[in-house]
């Protein structure tokens, strides 16, 4: 079993930031890719971003390109999403999740936490 929180959701005004944590339980946390999803109201749950289990190779949704971080710290068991420049449309909830080579998908998510963007 794995368990994911998120934090660092909250309220920012249009070009600010915020940085998302995603904290894993269990000590198989660095053999897996974890990836960042998001869902705004009245829409489907869209990919963010993903970081292999190194953190060597991570891919970015081309709406959040050049503007979103994903690192990711195993001593720490936590996955990160530094969000730049936002805009009133990454209003959503964001929500982490654990890879599953195995099922070739993602088989653990968290509660996820909400980020409102003002204009």
């Known amino acids: 079993q794995v368990q994911l929180v998120e934090s660092g959701g909250g309220l920012v005004q249009a070009g600010g930031s915020l940085r998302l944590s995603c904290a894993a339980s269990?000590?198989?946390?660095?053999?897996?890719?974890m990836g960042w999803f998001r869902q705004a109201p009245g829409k489907e749950r869209e990919f963010v971003a993903a970081i292999t289990w190194s953190g060597g190779v991570t891919s970015y949704a081309d709406s959040v390109k050049g503007r979103f971080t994903i690192s990711r710290d195993n001593a720490k068991n936590t996955v990160y999403l530094q969000m730049n420049s936002l805009k009133p449309e990454d209003a959503a909830v964001y929500y982490c999740?654990?890879?599953?080579?195995?099922?070739?998908?993602?088989?653990?998510w968290g509660q996820g936490t909400q980020v409102t963007v003002s204009s």
């Open positions: 269990g000590r198989t946390f660095s053999s897996y890719a």
């Open positions: 999740a654990k890879n599953s080579v195995v099922l070739r998908g993602y088989d653990y």
